[in-house]
């Protein structure tokens, strides 16, 4: 562009956004809210002879680190999306992950929540927690953890690719050369 002085001027390209797309980062919105519900619900059942049947709910393990994880992750979310950028919102597949691996490990391993609760309710430890719960009758997981489980993954998936799209739109914009 030239002047009235016949001097040219160089017009500065407008700034490259890395804005997300709205898409998958509610989809990962969704996941970590369903992740947080998911940690605060029922996770195991725990039967006994003398004790009756007892519900462990998420926070009485490891539904407190994926409570964490996830309300991290959203917050993550939220501030990409409202600072329009995509780094955070990639950012927040890590938390993300660690819900999923504190989810896949209680899945993993049942009994966790039973040694758990009869570790901090009844105070046994050792030899006499492993005769409490060889004396337990049932000891079962509920569906919460597979719904933390789908949740944190939702959460991670829809972060991982809406990071990945906002910076492969800026790229596109960016003039070459």
Known sequence: ?????????????PAATDRPPTLPTLAALAGSI??????????SVVEHQQWGTTELTGTDGDGVYTLIASALAALLLLAGVLGKR????????????????FALRTLADP?????????????ATGERAEAILNSVVECSLTTYPWL??????????????????????????????
Do not use: K, Q
């Open 148 to 177: 933390v489980l789908a949740g944190a993954g939702l959460a991670a998936l829809g972060a991982v690719i809406a990071g990945a799209r906002g910076f492969n739109g800026r790229r596109r914009s960016e003039p070459t050369g």
């Open 34 to 43: 369903l992740a947080i519900s998911g940690s605060l619900l029922d996770w």
């Open 1 to 13: 562009m030239t002047t009235a002085h016949g001097r040219s001027t160089v017009t500065a390209a």
């Open 86 to 101: 995509a780094l955070i919102v990639l950012g927040a597949a890590a938390p993300a992950l660690v819900a999923v691996g």
């Open 111 to 123: 009994d966790r929540f039973a040694r758990a609760y009869i570790a901090d309710e009844l105070g």
